[in-house]
């Protein structure tokens, strides 16, 4: 063993150079926009059908009809046919979804990609003849007023509930939940849902398609599902556009013994067609993309405040919001506002530097290859470029964008969009506890509410 010379310790190579998958566009005869995306090898194919009827085209106080007519679809074109619905699918070996957010009704198809045509024959009787039953939407309001009071009980849930609600204007769609409140949802009637969504334009849609299509002719297939579609009811309203408020704030939402608060502190940022999106989200990695970022390293490793803190941006059509969020012990919420504020600043004040960016950059781009390593996840990111109006060649500009972002650039970027002297922060939390120590750091008015508002 002695005359053995010792080898060097390997090193990791360069990241191999990948492209997200590109997609061929076409058309439906009368029909949607299609995008096709063949990823040889996956031998499940993913459907993606984007419509534009999401939250933020409900018409007046019909709050939830979107997310409504997206389950009752699942119930198929027999009054309570759910169940077999999905037994029928189940047989193809295939899965179907639906569900609505503020920008578009998405459903989605999964089946092994030999059986797509047989599953789109289905698929096309569920979205062109719908049963949308009075005593299916009836059931599904119990179960969506039940959700509710779950999601009332969850203080993350009910942060981002008040975040949105102050700072969007009380007019905006945006400031409402999307799913509807209890009031909104326990009024909607079978009509409301059969009249929102006879009101979709299939010609505004779009049908992604992504696997392994080899020998398949997955073009005629969408045709035969989707051609001459058309529909039956008036124009919805235009969509809600209104922008948020940013302003520095402080609103506790009061849980009684409660013995931790849930943080948010919110700000409003462009949208992803803006150029400094993709500094904005490094930015955001180095705040809080990690245990190594800058809100974990003082608040988790340093203080011991909590388990964890995140950061990052909630992408909507038409704006975008910078948030960072996590859950800290009752009686330590003030010094971890004022914690996170001091790092909140920190990007203003001592910029970023070249370790930190470089370290976020590499989890956000180079894990992309793994992140969309599926047909799912490949067509689910077409399908969410089609419905925010982004073009299919966003997702590789985009991770062009982060890796040819600079520490001074992405700094930049920070300082122009987020003013950390006019951030909203939510607490949730026993008011009694945490009320004065908040108001006491002098960040803000600080005003109180119940979790039942």
């Known amino acids: ?47 993606r059908l984007v419509l534009h009827a999401g939250a933020g085209r409900e018409p007046s106080g019909l709050d939830g009809v979107a997310t409504l007519a997206a389950r009752t679809l699942l119930e198929g074109t027999e009054p309570g046919g759910g169940t077999a619905l999905t037994a029928a699918f189940e047989r193809l070996g295939a899965s179907l979804y639906a569900h609505a957010d503020l920008t578009a009704l998405r459903i989605a198809l999964d089946v092994p990609t030999t059986r797509l045509g047989a599953a789109l024959d289905l698929f096309s009787s569920v979205v062109r003849r719908p049963a949308l039953d009075d005593s299916d939407v009836r059931r599904l309001v119990r179960e969506r007023l ?3 009071a779950q999601e009332d009980a969850d203080p993350g849930s009910r942060a981002m509930r008040e975040l949105r609600a102050v700072l969007f204007p009380a007019e905006a769609r945006a400031a409402r939940p999307t799913g509807g409140t209890r009031d909104s949802i326990g009024a909607l009637q079978g009509a409301d849902v059969r009249g929102f969504y006879g009101s979709v334009v299939p010609a505004e849609a779009t049908a992604v398609v992504a696997g392994d299509l080899s020998g398949v002719d997955a073009d005629g297939a969408l045709s035969a599902a989707l051609e001459d579609w058309a529909g039956t009811g008036g124009p919805l309203p235009a969509a809600d556009r209104i922008m948020p408020e ?28 803006h150029h ?24 988790r490793e340093e203080k011991g405040y909590t388990y964890g803190m995140r950061a990052g941006l909630l992408r909507m059509r038409h704006c975008g919001l910078f948030i960072a969020q996590g859950a800290v012990h009752t009686e330590v919420t003030a010094d971890a506002v004022a914690d996170a504020l001091t790092e909140l600043r920190g990007v203003v004040s001592r910029g970023i530097d070249a370790e930190e960016h470089g370290s976020s950059v590499r989890a956000l781009a180079d894990r992309a290859p ?33 890796r040819a972002s600079t520490p001074d650039g992405v700094a930049h970027a920070y300082r122009k969009h987020v003013d950390p002297e006019a951030l909203t922060v939510i607490a949730v939390g026993d008011a009694a506890q945490i009320r004065e120590p908040l108001e006491n750091l002098g960040y803000a008015t600080v005003t109180v509410t119940s979790k039942e508002d």
């Open 1 to 47: 063993m002695s005359g053995l010379a010792l080898q060097p310790r390997p090193v990791p190579g360069p990241v191999p150079a990948w492209a997200f998958p590109a997609g061929t566009p076409g058309r439906v005869p009368a029909g949607p926009a299609t995008l096709r995306c063949d990823l040889p090898g996956r031998r499940l194919a993913a459907v």
């Open 276 to 299: 400094d999106w993709p500094s904005l989200m490094v930015a955001s990695h180095v705040l809080g993309g990690g245990l190594t970022s800058r809100l974990n390293a003082v608040l």
């Open 370 to 402: 793994a992140e969309y390593e599926t047909a799912r996840s490949v067509a689910a990111e077409l399908a969410d470029t089609s419905a925010n109006g982004l073009g299919a060649d966003y997702p590789s500009a985009y991770l062009a964008a982060v």
């Open 146 to 148: 039940e959700e509710i």
């Open 246 to 273: 940013s302003a520095a704030r402080i609103v506790v939402v009061d849980r009684p013994g409660s013995v931790q608060t849930y943080l948010s502190f919110g700000h409003g940022v462009p949208d992803r067609s």
